[in-house]
């Protein structure tokens, strides 16, 4: 990180990350304060608390994370007058097992204040036996999808998203094959969930998505996309990659709107929603760091590019996205939305079967 | 691994391995068989049933153990007609925090048959909650000191280990203070598993050792720990290395008579011991592929060498030893003791204060 208070410190860019941090903190505490049954363990006798965070990455904000709901479980003891039952904490870090365990593990703070696991595993399927876990946790990891829906890559399909990389800006078909793959990834995290939660288990998400009614193509993000795709495709004309390469390359992200989200909860059935709330907005924008803003889409997006082109055309394509993107309006235009974090508040249901 | 079944093939040359791992998931399988209570687990109504390794490494070893556990716990589910009450299992991964987690996780097989998670951290101190696991094991792990005890580094100490890397062959006062150090070091682990167990939780250790009475020295490995021993002085009198660095370098592993371990087990007084038993010596013996022993002495070494040392010496150090390796007699005298592995099976009691 860039120190110190500059322009492009992080201390001046991190704003936006460390105002939804901070606003995420208040939530969290006080829907802990308000929903959980302190004393109250049918299924552990041993007193101890079980924490996950699904799709941790490498720290440092799962350590944040993890650290604020332990802190508002206490403060609930403590305003209880239970403070000597206070349980011990067990924290499980899971991710995928191509994450970076080991580094995770140097990292975790040496505070003594829980015991942690590593649970490597897609958080679409079930990673925890039935009914253990306390608190769930996932942060702006939801809107990986677990694959590409196949008939995007089908050119006897009307949703073939032929010569784009992604959903925004595409026929209409393509977007609903990403949402009803979303639908059923979101599905299937919400039942593992449920079957992991003890019942009454309360379950944070944070959700990159946009308002009800935006549409992709109308933010930053989605038009950056666009940009990246327009130069795959500048590619293909030199010959280096194929047009069919770049058809079948799509990105395997999703941004639901709110509605979305409370919709798929409902019919999933298996828990009660407390609270969908956007997260605050940054009150200060800084101008983006160009470069920060390249090389944070490289670090995201260039394992799938070369896990789909080979190593060959990392450099080339982002040498060529810098320039189109610094010449693009979304730099300067205010009219772009941008893309939205929402805290979600969950708590498992007593009586239904998973 | 060698393939194929020649003279340095691993079928070969794996035989002690295999048997002793053959003969441990025997006992494993009779003492579960005797002492597991089914259907009583009174600290998790979950019907969760979690095992831990300590000292897993990255495997294929921690994944054999941790099979023939669960294999052994299923066969008494069934024996006892209660197949359907058969639980989950949750199984915990622990090594030092500087283990290979990344290649731990690739490794697991995907048999479906458990929950997994890694735990970082030393397993002389807590790394789970109280009273929340039900079966520990340890493989050939437990002679690995927390730390070289004091004495054996200071000059004015009559324990001072001046010119040695062991305490294979030193002064009486050396080996005291290592089994000093181990002795604490096992109480740790003892009293640390007792309150991470469920009470009638179960216990396997397999540790490296040699018969009572029997002195490292006696032995193969002490030997060769003596040849590498002299091969620093060696180094030292060239220049590249000092005097001092060779008497403040210690190997710290500790190999306990049976009757230590007993004592030991007695005087924490945590646990019932159910058995101490010496794994079976193989039947047939292929004379040893030197370049591996090196190499495989090599690969335990290694790290604490660069520690203490630096980059510079580990060529050269294991080019002198293997010289005199070869012309050493331990490669051919059969008088000389190997050590030994013992299966130790312990059960947590039900009533008393950790």
Redesign the interface.
Known sequence: MEGGDGPYSYTQNSEYQKQSLDSAKQLTNELIDQHLDVGNH???????YRVADFGCSVGPNTFCAVHNIIEAVENKYKSQKMESRTP???V?FNDH?GN???TL??N?PATGRY???????SFHG???????LHFAHCSTALHWLSKIPKEVTDKNSPAWNKGRIHYAGAAKGVKDAYSTQFAKDFDSFLSARAQEL?PGGLMVLVSLGFPDGVQVCESSMGENFNILGSCFLDIAKTGIITQEMVDSFNLPFYYPWPSELKSLIDVNGLFEIKKIEKLVAPTRQVKPDLAVCVLHLRAILGELIKKHFGEGITDILFKRHTKKYVESPIVSDGRYFKETSYFVFLKRKMNCAS
């Open positions: 049918p299924y552990s006798l041993s007193n101890s011990e904490f067990h499980f097992v970076d365990f080991n593990f140097r975790i015991f942690a696991a590593g649970v490597p595993g079930r990673l925890l036996p039935s009914s253990t003890v």
